[in-house]
């Protein structure tokens, strides 16, 4: 189970995230916790978004918002299919088989700054220092 895989259903969870909002990194923060009792470190999610960007899975609508790609949500939603109750962790590995899948591309897109993400963790009550 890869970080990028985490990340993707991260994002499959939380839907659109604005690049430069806290307070949406902040969800993301907290449903990366839920999924695997972790905090998603600046760097897993920096680098993250990058590969899933490069590998055409994640986009950046006009005024920063990430969101997955029509390719991304077809195929989460088909490994999800219509179970009514599928495991996280196997949403997980269907993620990582996803991202294996896809060929790697050139892309501008990045994740927050270092400051937004901050913040966000500050106001999920993780001190930075803590990370």
């Not at 899948?101 to 897109?109: C, E, I, K, N």
Request: net charge positive; proline share 5%.
């Amino acid at each position: 189970m890869t970080a990028e895989g985490w990340l993707l259903v991260t994002l499959y969870s939380t839907g659109p995230v604005k690049r430069r909002d806290p307070a949406a990194w902040k969800n993301v923060i907290f449903f990366a916790d839920w999924i695997n009792h972790a905090i998603m470190s600046y760097e897993e999610v920096s680098a993250g978004v990058r590969a899933l960007a490069r590998r055409g899975l994640v986009v950046e609508r006009a005024g920063g918002i990430l969101v997955l790609s029509l390719a991304a949500r077809k195929g989460l939603a088909a490994a999800y299919g219509t179970r009514k109750r599928m495991s996280v962790f196997k949403l997980w590995d269907a993620a990582d088989a996803l991202i294996a899948q896809q060929r790697v591309r050139a892309s501008p897109v990045r994740g927050p700054s270092p400051g937004v993400y901050r913040r966000a963790l500050e106001s999920y009550g993780v001190a930075p220092a803590d990370r």
